[in-house]
């Protein structure tokens, strides 16, 4: 077991060890995870935080695999964080670390790991983005974030990652649900995968039209790329588009807004959690608290009208 100073210490002289074990100390929501995220904060915000989320079964594993070596061509350091479904046993990922991407793990400028949605609708766990912190203290340039490809209540990652890559495919629906779906709201980029199957061009179109369909003012026009990624046709073109996106959202002052926004939305998360849980401590020592779940049970009373009234009760009870 790594000491609080052996974490912080490790994790800023690039030692992998200690990058996993803290991690796992997140996902596990250790109290000294949390203590470590503290000390390591002010080490990070320089990394660039890239999202790529879709539908299942378009590509977005290998987009990343293929990425990868057009960024290392760069000089670019590297960490991916892999969302995957939860076990309902252990809450751990199901996939594990991706198998495709282990070619690159012999590279030391390229750290993958795998993390579970835990249950969590959008796609994403606050312990994502607690680990993208930790990843960016230990120093990567580039730092990707593959979403569990959940559908269009998928639309987290834009808490997440300042360049949002939405990848779809053809012959994955019809154009109304195209235009509907949230999830094509977020993207700055779009990708069409697997261009050697048969209606690529014509949903390069659809999106296209979706985008001057949009009657929200836009100072970036998401790209459109057709990509194979099986082969890497496309992905340098991409990575292009990625590196526009970064200096665009620099030069416009919309990086410091995300960040911003990044940062009041963790407070307030946080802030939520912690009093939601210091509640239910002090609620759950009141005797009032199990004769109220009675009465729920009993359907007596109803659970929206109790919290309200146990809430007002506690702030009465408590406040100074």
Not at 224 to 251: C, M, N, W, Y
Not at 266 to 280: C, G, P, S, V
Not at 285 to 312: C, F, M, Q, S
Request: hydrophobic fraction near 40%; charged fraction near 30%; aromatic fraction near 4%.
């Amino acid at each position: 077991m790594l000491s609080e100073s052996e974490l912080i210490d490790g994790v800023l002289k690039g030692n992998r060890r200690a990058l996993a074990r803290l991690i796992t100390l997140i996902e596990d929501e250790d109290l000294l995870a949390s203590k470590v995220l503290a000390k390591l904060y002010k080490h990070t915000g320089k990394a660039h935080i890239i999202g790529i989320t879709g539908p299942p079964g378009s590509g977005k594993s290998t987009i990343v695999t293929k990425l990868i070596p057009e960024l290392r061509k760069k000089q670019k350091t590297i960490g991916i964080v892999c969302v995957d479904p939860s076990s309902p046993f252990s809450g751990g990922a199901l996939l594990g670390d991706r198998i495709r991407m282990q070619e690159h793990t012999l590279d030391e400028a390229v750290y993958v790991r795998s993390m579970g949605t835990r249950g969590h609708l959008g796609g994403l766990a606050r312990s994502t983005s607690d680990a993208v912190r930790a990843i960016d203290a230990f120093g990567k340039d580039v730092i990707i974030v593959e979403t569990v490809g959940a559908g269009q209540a998928e639309v987290e990652i834009i808490e997440i990652a300042q360049t949002v890559i939405v990848t779809d495919v053809p012959g994955s629906g019809d154009d109304i649900q195209a235009i509907k779906a949230g999830i094509m709201e977020i993207a700055d980029i779009f990708v069409v995968n697997k261009s050697d199957l048969p209606g690529a061009d014509n949903k390069v179109m659809e999106i296209n039209a979706m985008l001057e369909l949009d009657s929200r003012q836009r100072d970036w026009t998401p790209p459109v790329i057709l990509t194979d990624a099986r082969s890497g046709d496309g992905i340098p073109e991409l990575v292009e588009k990625i590196e526009q996106h970064i200096e665009f959202l620099k030069k416009s002052g919309l990086l410091n807004q995300k960040d911003l926004k990044r940062s009041r939305d963790e407070l307030e998360d946080l802030m939520r959690d912690k009093l939601t849980r210091k509640l239910l401590e002090k609620l759950r020592d009141e005797p009032e608290y199990d004769n109220a779940i009675a009465k729920i049970a009993k359907r007596n009373e109803d659970p929206y009208t109790v919290a309200e009234r146990l809430i007002a009760e506690f702030l009465v009870k408590y406040r100074e």
